[in-house]
């Protein structure tokens, strides 16, 4: 196995289901590569355990080789050998794990969705403890991410402290409390857990599904450490339901916990959102060169038959999963407002759920020759880019959003974000018109009721200071450009409750 590179720092291991560009689905792929670079870059030594994917990304992964081991994990009353894959991802060590198990697990042609993801991903949570265990690393830090690897922390004290595996501090990410693997409880000893053991309130049983268990329940019940992606959605997860946030049933095991629970605002990864860079782009650009932005704009719009007649008309763009949490109804609202108000609207996103994906196909097949509407019902990385950079405002009427990337990647691209004051989007969107945020701050258009009448009055006052104050719309523009969403802070403070988990650890042991 790769010896360990010197370090003077933690050793942190990722283990997760998601890490960008190899295999993302939404932030959660952003969040694993964004932190682990910056946690790399303040000097530690920053590893990252996947499944190994066929459906990943195999291009952007370097010096890919299988090592000469077998790791056998167990499931279902049995042991599996697993074939280990390592290589470089953003320049970062990933280990893939190849389970030889009947199931081909990661043989799916797509990262979730199976009838079976509880199975997919209790295996590979065991498998990479399997992996460190086997191979005699000794992190500091095993910090997984929502309930596909949930089952990481009862795993670790359950099994694997009592073999003497036993280093780690294990911190547990939330980026979601809307997925929360909840299963019938006998599913959970397929990896090796004692469901008796661990179906009690206290632990993993469902708050409200007696007879299930419930992975993110557990991992904040074992974990050393809990975050969630922003500071005001780590408030709204402790309340009970307001519209439909809230900690979908987790608030009073959160409240409980509290002090060891915290949000962090996620980071974005500069190097990736770099408009003076972004390869994606046909003209790269910067806050002083907003011509090249402009040309970005009639680039789209021509490789979209968009009209070009009018080169000011201001450009509304959107990318997004289609899902109820985004308020697809406000998205579509959204569209319709846009015309209304003289602008042009590029719609990216892609559907899981089949009503929405087939409601979007419909309106996308009524604008299909549109002027000024275009809808592209896929998930497509190179034209997010182009839209990043072509748009002039950024709409994200999330009905909850726990932290959201779309805002602070539109900004630095330099289009002016139209969203709801929640999670994520209230830590980093400030009202320009709010006299109560201090002007240096104030970057975006936000509205908290979320109906059609709270877009349309954010969105109206977007389009009234592009239409008529361009000055001040540059100067706007300029400014959200350079505000940095780089994870230099944020790292910072992972690396503080890492540190303090730790010493809160030696303090311990040194009692006892
Ligand atoms: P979530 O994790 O809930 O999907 P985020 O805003 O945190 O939402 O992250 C979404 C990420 O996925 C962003 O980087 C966004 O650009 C990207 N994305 C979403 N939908 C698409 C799509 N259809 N094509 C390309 N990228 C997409």
Known sequence: LTKSLKSSGLHIVH??????????????????????????????????????????????????????????????????????????????????????????????????????????????????????????????????????????????WDVYSSKGFNSARICFTCHNFEYQGVSPASELASCGLDVHHLHRPDRMQDNSSHERINPVKGAVVYSNIVTTVSPTYAQEVRTAEVFVTGGRGLHETLNFHSRKFVGILNGIDTDAWNPATDSFLKYQYSADDLQAKEENKAALRKHLGLSSANASQPLVGCITRLVPQKGVHLIRHAIYQTLELGGQFILLGSSPVTHIQREFEEISNHFQNHPHV?????????????????????????????????????????????????????DSVFDVDDDAIPVQVRNGFTFLVPDEQGLSGAMKRGFKLYMRNPDAWRDLVQKNMAIDFSWDSSSAQYEQLYENSLARARKSSREN
């Open 15 to 156: 283990i997760a289901a998601e890490m960008a560009p190899v295999a993302k689905v939404g932030g959660l792929g952003d969040v694993v590569s964004g932190l682990s670079k910056a946690l790399q870059k303040r000097g530690h030594l920053v590893e990252i355990i996947l499944p190994k994917y066929d459906c990943m990304n195999h291009d952007l992964i370097s010096d890919l080789k299988e090592l000469d081991m077998t790791v056998h994990s167990y499931f279902d009353g049995q042991q599996f050998g697993n074939k280990i894959w390592v290589g470089i991802v953003a320049g970062l060590p990933v280990y893939f794990i190849e389970p030889h198990h009947p199931g081909k697990f990661f043989w799916r042609g797509q990262y979730y969705g199976e009838h079976d993801d509880f199975k997919r991903f209790s295996f590979f949570s065991r498998a990479a403890l399997e992996l460190l265990f086997q191979s005699g690393k000794k992190p500091d830090i095993i910090h997984c991410h929502d309930w596909q690897t949930a089952f990481v922390p009862p795993l670790y």
């Open 374 to 426: 275009r809808l592209i019902l896929s998930y497509d990385d190179a034209l997010s880019h182009a839209i990043f950079a072509a748009s002039d405002m950024f709409v994200i009427p999330s009905i909850f959003e726990p932290c959201g990337l779309t805002q602070m990647i539109a900004m630095r691209y330099g289009s002016v974000p139209i969203a709801r004051r929640t999670g994520g989007l209230n």
